[in-house]
């Protein structure tokens, strides 16, 4: 059982800065399990998800090209909480931001990216104005 919570969404100008929080419960069943995790954007009017950013167990992250240089992903292992730090947002990362969440498999950057997800949140929404 593995549960995904999102915080810290808001509505900033265009050049600011948001830091979006992802608190993961997890079954002890999964303890020692590689995973990956990772933060995806739908953009208003779109039904599709975006992986903008990832991380893995062992630290590697990997970012979309569209927030490379902006957004920082990172973990803080003892509080089971993932991060998404935001800086110099502008209107076109308006959208809905969630976690997801991937346990066992293959675990390295690339695949990261490219995995399924079997696990969200409910998502935060984020609304940059110009």
């Known amino acids: 059982q593995v549960q995904l919570v999102e915080s810290g969404g808001g509505s900033v100008q265009s050049g600011g800065s948001l830091r979006l929080s992802c608190v993961a419960s997890?079954?002890?069943?999964?303890?020692?399990?590689?995973?990956?995790m990772a933060w995806f954007r739908q953009a208003p009017g779109k039904k599709e998800r975006d992986v903008i950013a990832?991380?893995?167990?062992?630290?590697?992250?990997t970012y979309a090209d569209s927030v490379k240089g902006r957004f920082t992903i990172s973990q803080e292992n003892a509080k089971n909480t993932l991060y998404l730090q935001m800086n110099s947002l502008n209107p076109e990362d308006t959208g809905m931001y969630y976690c997801?969440?991937?346990?066992?498999?293959?675990?390295?950057?690339?695949?990261?990216?490219?995995?399924?997800?079997?696990?969200w949140g409910q998502g935060t929404q984020v609304t940059v104005s110009s």
């Open positions: 997801g969440a991937d346990l066992g498999g293959l675990t390295s950057g690339v695949f990261c990216r490219s995995r399924v997800y079997g696990h």
């Open positions: 997890v079954a002890s069943t999964y303890t020692g399990w590689k995973y990956c």
């Open positions: 990832t991380i893995n167990s062992d630290g590697t992250t």
